[in-house]
């Protein structure tokens, strides 16, 4: 599954970006869709994800804040990220599993978030 992400860039400490990620496949045929980050020195970790029946999981650091969202007819992804703080400076990655128990994961190849102080 190819997975490409868009958004990122510079913003200022309480700004707001939306992420986005594209895929050429159906994102309904995607068990579950995702975003994760990962910030220098730190291991990755998830952000929010969306299964295929639109259920939802967020990271409690982004409740409230984030949301991800999509469209199917786009097989597009989104991640609108609010009040953004200095230390969500990170890569931002989009994921996608498939397949029996999500044994297949796909990642995209990442786009810069900078939030500045």
């Known amino acids: 599954v190819q997975l490409v992400e868009s958004g990122g860039g510079l913003v200022q400490a309480g700004g707001t970006l939306r992420l986005t990620c594209t895929t050429p496949?159906?994102?309904?045929?995607?068990?579950?869709m995702g975003w994760y980050r990962q910030a220098p020195g730190k291991e990755r970790e998830l952000v929010a994800t969306?299964?295929?029946?639109?259920?939802?999981n967020y990271a409690d650091s982004v409740k409230g804040r984030f949301n991800i969202s999509r469209d199917n007819a786009k097989n597009t992804v989104y991640l609108q990220m609010n009040s953004l703080k200095p230390e969500e400076t990170a890569v931002y990655y989009c994921?996608?599993?498939?397949?029996?128990?999500?044994?297949?994961?796909?990642w995209g190849q990442g786009t810069q978030v900078t939030v500045s102080s």
């Open positions: 994921n996608a599993k498939t397949g029996f128990a999500n044994l297949n994961a796909y």
């Open positions: 496949r159906s994102i309904g045929s995607i068990n579950v």
């Open positions: 969306m299964t295929s029946g639109g259920l939802t």
